[in-house]
């Protein structure tokens, strides 16, 4: 019995053991074959229909509070040509010589090459060096009359080039110390026709209520020489006084009825500064320079008015402007009219200089001066000239020529 069951065990460990080899050998091949490349997947290109888009909508753009508006291209800037070896000379009045001063010598920065000298001799000194040809340009606070620019200087230009005060100032010791005195045009012509001889007088209180004035002898300064502050001054006084038309009239020298004489506004302001009780006429900056007193000036519309930059250059406003620009702002209209100021003009020839490079280098000076230079007039107490009678000013100075040749062109502004 036992013998029959032993067999078929054995029958079954053999076949277990077969089996079992077959899984390793199979598991064993497995391993060691290569893992083969996958076939490439065939995409299908069935063609699909492309969508036509949508149109969107363009949204409207919202403004941009900083966006610039497109600008034209602006002209280049203007600079004086670097001309070299020339020299200019010029002489004349001493109303604009502090300015003119100041401007050579900031332009002999800007230009090596030209020397500029201007001697301050009076205008109508300057008027004659000019007329002579001894100067290459004159300076002159009056125009050349009509009748002597055709006899004498036919091709004379004048270039305005700025406006100054001409202001009465004097030496009154015992004044409280911020007093400004008040001045109408009935007491400064009396006072320069003789009839007015004291501080003290009834006429000059009444233009000045509430200031004790001292009972003190009044001695009038006035130019010796020929000059345009004289010119500016004179015809002031003819247009206020008919007794002063009449006796004395205007001009760069007169036939003085009373005072004493001194050269140049220098001259005037010193004598009036040594002086005790004396009363002078002068440009404003040589005033302001000396120390002295600048009083209010009664003027047409009956306001007594200081001079300031706005009361100047508001004489010179509404004044009509003629071609050749020779015209005076004295005793203008106007309520806020500074009464007694000028032009101050720069004499030129319009056809008979005979050297390219020195005309062209005093248009250019020139006409840096008229703009570049106008800061300088204003720190130095001079007042700049209205815009329209400045653009005519350049205008000038495209009328010169040498022979034939025009020197100077306004650059466009």
């Given at each position: 019995?036992?013998r029959?069951?032993v067999?078929?065990v054995?029958l079954?460990?053999?076949?277990?053991?077969?089996?079992?080899?077959?899984?390793?050998?199979a598991?064993?091949?497995?391993?060691?074959?290569?893992?083969?490349?996958?076939?490439?997947?065939?995409t299908?290109?069935?063609?699909?229909?492309?969508?036509?888009p949508?149109?969107?909508?363009?949204?409207?753009?919202r403004?941009?509070?900083?966006?610039?508006?497109?600008?034209p291209?602006?002209?280049a800037?203007?600079?004086?040509?670097?001309?070299?070896g020339?020299?200019?000379q010029?002489?004349?009045?001493?109303?604009?010589?502090?300015?003119y001063?100041?401007w050579i010598?900031?332009?002999?920065?800007?230009?090596?090459?030209?020397?500029?000298?201007?001697?301050?001799?009076?205008s109508?000194q300057?008027?004659?060096d000019f007329?002579?040809?001894?100067?290459?340009f004159?300076?002159?606070?009056?125009?050349?009359?009509?009748?002597?620019?055709?006899?004498?200087a036919?091709d004379?230009?004048?270039?305005p080039?700025?406006i100054?005060?001409?202001?009465?100032?004097y030496?009154?010791?015992?004044?409280?110390?911020?007093?400004?005195?008040r001045?109408?045009a009935?007491t400064?012509?009396?006072?320069?026709?003789?009839?007015?001889?004291?501080?003290?007088?009834?006429?000059?209180?009444?233009?000045?209520?509430?200031i004790?004035?001292p009972d003190?002898?009044?001695?009038?300064v006035y130019?010796?020489?020929s000059?345009?502050?004289?010119?500016i001054?004179t015809?002031?006084?003819?247009?206020?006084?008919?007794a002063?038309?009449?006796?004395?009239g205007?001009?760069?020298?007169?036939r003085?009825?009373?005072?004493?004489?001194?050269?140049?506004?220098?001259?005037?302001?010193g004598?009036v500064?040594r002086t005790?009780?004396?009363?002078g006429?002068?440009?404003?900056a040589?005033?302001?320079g000396?120390?002295?007193?600048?009083?209010?000036?009664k003027?047409?519309?009956?306001n007594?008015?200081?001079?300031?930059?706005?009361?100047?250059?508001?004489?010179?406003?509404?004044?009509p402007?003629?071609?050749?620009?020779?015209?005076?702002?004295t005793?203008?209209?106007?309520?806020?009219?500074?009464?007694?100021?000028?032009?101050?003009?720069?004499?030129?020839?319009?056809?008979t200089?005979?050297?390219?490079?020195?005309?062209?280098?005093?248009?250019?000076?020139?006409?840096w001066?008229?703009?570049?230079?106008?800061g300088?007039?204003?720190?130095?107490?001079?007042?700049q000239?209205?815009?329209?009678?400045?653009l005519?000013?350049?205008?000038?100075?495209?009328?010169?020529?040498?022979?034939?040749?025009?020197?100077?062109?306004?650059?466009?502004?």
């Amino acid at each position: 019995m036992q013998r029959y069951l032993v067999r078929p065990v054995l029958l079954m460990i053999a076949f277990v053991l077969f089996v079992s080899t077959f899984v390793i050998t199979a598991q064993t091949q497995a391993q060691t074959q290569p893992t083969p490349t996958p076939r490439p997947q065939v995409t299908p290109t069935r063609p699909r229909a492309t969508p036509t888009p949508r149109p969107r909508r363009t949204p409207t753009p919202r403004p941009q509070a900083a966006t610039p508006t497109a600008q034209p291209t602006a002209p280049a800037a203007w600079a004086p040509r670097q001309i070299s070896g020339v020299s200019l000379q010029g002489s004349g009045a001493t109303f604009p010589n502090p300015l003119y001063q100041a401007w050579i010598s900031v332009y002999k920065n800007i230009v090596p090459g030209v020397t500029i000298s201007y001697q301050a001799v009076g205008s109508g000194q300057g008027q004659r060096d000019f007329i002579r040809y001894l100067t290459d340009f004159g300076g002159t606070d009056s125009a050349l009359p009509a009748d002597r620019i055709a006899a004498e200087a036919p091709d004379t230009l004048h270039v305005p080039m700025v406006i100054g005060a001409v202001v009465p100032t004097y030496n009154l010791p015992g004044l409280p110390a911020g007093t400004v005195l008040r001045f109408s045009a009935e007491t400064l012509s009396g006072i320069y026709l003789g009839e007015i001889t004291r501080w003290n007088d009834p006429k000059i209180a009444a233009d000045n209520p509430g200031i004790s004035l001292p009972d003190l002898a009044i001695t009038p300064v006035y130019r010796s020489d020929s000059s345009g502050t004289t010119a500016i001054w004179t015809d002031y006084l003819a247009k206020v006084s008919e007794a002063w038309r009449t006796r004395v009239g205007a001009g760069t020298t007169v036939r003085w009825p009373v005072g004493i004489g001194a050269p140049g506004n220098a001259g005037v302001a010193g004598t009036v500064v040594r002086t005790e009780g004396a009363i002078g006429y002068v440009e404003q900056a040589f005033a302001i320079g000396n120390r002295l007193p600048v009083p209010a000036v009664k003027n047409a519309a009956g306001n007594y008015v200081l001079p300031t930059p706005e009361t100047v250059s508001a004489a010179a406003a509404g004044v009509p402007i003629p071609d050749d620009l020779r015209f005076s702002i004295t005793n203008p209209q106007g309520a806020n009219s500074y009464p007694i100021a000028g032009l101050t003009w720069i004499l030129i020839r319009s056809q008979t200089y005979t050297d390219v490079p020195k005309a062209q280098a005093l248009m250019d000076f020139l006409y840096w001066a008229l703009t570049e230079g106008q800061g300088a007039a204003v720190r130095l107490g001079y007042v700049q000239l209205p815009t329209e009678v400045r653009l005519k000013a350049m205008a000038q100075l495209n009328k010169v020529r040498v022979r034939g040749e025009q020197v100077f062109t306004t650059p466009p502004r």
